[in-house]
């Protein structure tokens, strides 16, 4: 008995030993939990120790990932900063060019050659694919000259443009001297280009008469820089509008596109006439809003010799007797009468509008001149 109750003191010993070892390590873990909060929902066993370490291990696994991420977060708005920044350049660039090119001219060429190729057609059957790939060929020639020309009038005027138009990019400093003479370069050997490829004649030479007289117009050369001299200035920009425009290019469609012979209809004469009424208004009114810088360079204009109030009116007066003509010849011409009622009518209205925003121009206002020789272009 007394074996059996000494027998039992290991025991009991081993127990309570046991018991005091499952304390502290309770205690420790415990302790352990406190200082590391990643540990403290587990339960205190062996068990569930290892896997508070693993869920550590995770936590800290995913931390270095979403650092990762962090830092690639931070990388996107430096790429998308890179990105709009070169889509600015871009953008910049095109404007640039669109004030280079003077797009108010764009449109008034292409109008042109636009209207008196339609004179060319005689039946519903001519409006084929021929005749708009002709016209394509045409205006896009053309269109390569008119950047030459209105180019090398900028690059002849720099400082003269820095006073009346300080916008255009060659004044403004946005293209250097020579990124002018690229550009001019490029588009006259283009224009010739495209019309030695195209093979039509009449398209040749207009584009050759046009280089010709928008290069005397310009360049500052002895004996030429005629736009110095009012009527020489209005004889170039006659001669092309009114006359070669109209001519040349009628003919390109007649015998080249048609294979037609060529000939003169009496539209032709009167599309010839009303040009002539327009180019005499437009080589005298694009003298009135840049009448400061052609007093300060010599340029006697004859804003300049008859003053800009005299000479707007006198451009005003001489839209309105093309837009009676025309009013007139359409009635007279034509044999329709549907046609007459809607040529007659559109003459008169756009007399009426012209002469509505005429009164209301503040002449004092560079800005207000400017606008409304946009406003011609357009008309």
């Excluded at 008119?146 to 990019?169: A, E, M, R, W």
């Excluded at 293209?175 to 039509?200: E, P, R």
């Excluded at 009164?359 to 206002?365: A, G, P, R, Y």
């Amino acid at each position: 008995m007394a074996s059996m109750l000494l027998g039992s003191f290991p025991i009991a010993s081993s127990v309570s030993t046991g018991s005091h070892i499952r304390k502290a390590s309770w205690y420790k873990s415990e302790k352990i939990q406190n200082e590391c909060p990643v540990v403290r929902p587990q339960q205190h066993n062996l068990k569930n120790h290892y896997r508070g370490i693993e869920v550590g291990s995770t936590c800290d696994r995913s931390y270095v990932v979403n650092a990762a991420r962090g830092e690639s977060s931070e990388s996107k708005p430096q790429e998308h900063y890179s990105t709009k920044s070169i889509w600015g350049s871009v953008k910049d660039s095109l404007d640039a060019f669109y004030r280079f090119s003077r797009p108010h001219t764009i449109i008034g060429t292409a109008l042109s050659i636009i209207s008196v190729s339609l004179l060319a057609v005689e039946k519903a059957s001519d409006i084929s694919p021929a005749f708009f790939i002709g016209l394509l060929k045409a205006v896009t020639a053309a269109l390569f000259m008119n950047v030459y020309i209105v180019g090398l009038n900028q690059l002849s005027d720099v400082q003269i443009d820095k006073i009346n138009k300080p916008y255009l990019p060659l004044a403004s400093g946005e293209y250097s001297f020579g990124t002018g003479v690229l550009i001019v370069t490029s588009f006259l050997i283009l224009s010739f280009g495209l019309a030695w490829m195209v093979g039509s004649w009449p398209l040749f030479w207009a584009l050759f008469i046009s280089f010709v007289l928008g290069t005397t117009y310009s360049i500052n050369l002895p004996m030429l820089r005629w736009k110095r001299f009012a009527v020489l200035a209005a004889m170039c920009i006659l001669v092309v509008r009114a006359i070669i425009v109209q001519l040349a290019f009628f003919l390109h469609m007649q015998t080249y596109v048609y294979k037609r012979p060529a000939m003169f209809p009496r539209s032709l004469a009167f599309a010839t006439a009303f040009m002539g009424f327009f180019s005499v208004v437009i080589a005298l009114f694009k003298d009135i809003p840049d009448i400061e810088g052609d007093k300060i360079f010599g340029i006697r204009s004859f804003s300049v010799r008859l003053g800009q109030k005299r000479v707007f009116w006198i451009c005003v007066s001489l839209l309105e007797i093309a837009y009676g003509v025309s009013l007139i010849a359409a009635g007279v011409a034509s044999s329709c009468l549907w046609s007459k009622l809607i040529t007659g009518l559109g003459h008169a209205l756009l007399a009426l509008i012209l002469w509505y925003h005429a009164k209301s121009v503040d002449l004092k206002s560079k800005a207000a001149i400017t606008s409304f020789y946009m406003f011609i272009w357009k008309s």
